[in-house]
């Protein structure tokens, strides 16, 4: 089955700087890898997700690289907010098999005022 | 669309006695997934279903838990004699019946074991 990997576990960055996580996967066949963020007591939610058929994907200051060879995908996050404070945990899987969405062990990121 | 919708969002039960948490999916969602959270851990998967199916259970422990997901109301996670290790929050998650995109979770149940 996939097994994914995060790094880092934590992270802390000033405000107004920039944070990148990254994750990698096993299961070649993967094609479909979202990200959730999960602050304080809350549910996880989905915040930008990418298909294997793109190697890039944008939304205002959040953006996602992917780079299917190595097996690796990254979050990046320009112009960090204190709001952004939370956990965030990335996924892989083979949407055309149904699996189960397994999740990488997250990372904590704190922005600093 | 009222999202998903997990109920109860608090549950307190003795040891040994049985906890049974629902989930109601997004309208359109037939696929169901039901994730363990420990309080500063990740989500740890526990079952895949889909309506009268169970698609992957191979993360739910072999004794003790089951899940169900009917031809009609909510999946159901149920946890038999619960103890104190069954602690946790319990997340589901439902995506379109293509399965495997745009899951959304609920707000979970949070499960103490007293």
């Known amino acids: 089955g996939e097994n994914v990997e995060q790094h880092p576990s934590t992270l802390s960055v000033q405000e107004g700087d920039s944070a990148v996580i990254k994750c990698t996967y096993s299961d070649s066949a993967s094609n479909y890898f979202p990200w959730y963020k999960q602050e304080l007591g809350k549910r996880p939610q989905l915040i930008i997700d990418?298909?294997?058929?793109?190697g890039e994907k944008k939304d205002q200051r959040i953006a996602v690289t992917l780079n299917k060879t190595a097996k690796h995908f990254s979050l990046h996050i320009t112009e960090t907010q204190p709001e952004d404070s939370a956990v965030y945990f990335c996924?892989?899987?083979?949407?055309?098999?149904?699996?189960?969405?397994?999740f990488g062990p997250g990372t904590r990121l704190s922005v600093l005022p | 669309n009222a999202g998903v919708m997990q109920n109860p969002r608090h549950l307190v039960r003795r040891r040994g006695q049985e906890a049974r948490l629902r989930c109601s999916p997004m309208?359109?969602?037939?696929?169901v997934y039901w994730y363990r959270q420990l309080p500063e851990e990740g989500l740890k998967f526990m079952v895949y279903?889909?309506?009268?199916?169970?698609?992957?259970e191979s993360g739910m422990p072999k004794e003790r838990f089951s899940a169900e997901f009917p031809k009609e109301g909510p999946s159901i996670l149920r946890i038999q004699q619960v103890v104190r290790g069954d602690s946790a929050a319990y997340f589901c998650a439902s995506s379109p019946p293509t399965g495997g995109t745009f899951a959304f979770f609920g707000q979970g149940t949070r499960l103490t074991v007293v």
């Open positions: 279903l889909q309506k009268e199916n169970i698609i992957d």
């Open positions: 990418i298909r294997s058929n793109v």
């Open positions: 309208k359109g969602h037939s696929h």
């Open positions: 996924a892989a899987l083979d949407d055309n098999y149904g699996q189960n969405f397994v």
